[in-house]
């Protein structure tokens, strides 16, 4: 049986390179898109992807939204982060938001190839050059970022949202009012509250703001 790989990235000679890694491994069918826009459509169009690399920094993905509405959308859809940033915070906070690989663009070609064998398998792929930051250097961070709680602990529990309650607060992040967010999603003002109830609860914050706040430096690459 075949395996379907969506290459989601803006730069075409990468694209062209990652297939080209590729080639070697057996019954793989490689796909492209060049927005992330473009990759949600694919991925609503075609529900066939067994793997998606998603380049962070593609036109459309700011940050790490893009990983967490693909993982609140597709759960079932692996996902494998290529990025320039390889930094331990943002290869953590990929993994606290259902990634299962995180390959820098300076990864060799094999290394790209024991990824995919590797997060095909069921397993987690660290890059061996990235380190993994220790408890207390995430505790730390997050108390500098001036978190609500834990940073880690935060952006995973972004993964309970469901796709709506995830819109909502990135229109709350935004500093929209309930109105303006229920004009934008065509709904009642009294759903949006119930979404925001809902989601300061699974979040365990007290208030909106907090929200917005833990969610904008959650979806920070740095």
């Not at 299962?100 to 987690?124: M, Q, R, W």
């Not at 109830?197 to 979806?219: C, D, P």
Request: net charge negative; proline share 4%; aromatic share 6%.
């Amino acid at each position: 049986m075949s395996v379907k790989i969506l290459i989601a990235d803006d730069h075409p000679l990468f694209r062209a390179a990652m297939c080209h890694a590729l080639t070697s491994v057996e019954h793989l069918e490689l796909v492209e898109t060049s927005t992330f826009p473009d990759t949600l459509s694919y991925l609503e169009d075609f529900q066939d992807i067994d793997l998606l690399f998603l380049d962070l920094t593609m036109p459309g993905n700011e940050g790490l939204n893009g990983l967490a509405q693909v993982h609140a959308l597709y759960p079932d859809v692996l996902v494998i982060v290529i990025t320039a940033q390889e930094e331990a915070d943002v290869m953590a906070k990929s993994f606290a938001l259902g990634a299962s690989g995180f390959i820098p663009k300076s990864a060799s070609v094999e290394c790209i190839i024991d990824a995919v064998n590797t997060v095909l398998d069921g397993e987690t792929w660290i890059p061996p050059t990235v380190q993994m930051p220790s408890d207390s250097q995430q505790n730390s961070a997050a108390s500098n970022a001036g978190s609500v709680s834990d940073q880690g602990d935060f952006t995973a529990r972004l993964k309970q949202l469901t796709p709506h309650q995830l819109k909502v607060l990135r229109m709350v992040s935004d500093g929209l009012l309930n109105k303006q967010i229920a004009y934008e999603l065509a709904i009642s003002e009294s759903t949006v509250k119930q979404h925001v109830s809902a989601v300061l609860r699974k979040l365990g914050v007290i208030n909106r703001t907090k929200a917005g706040i833990a969610f904008k430096n959650a979806m920070h690459l740095n």
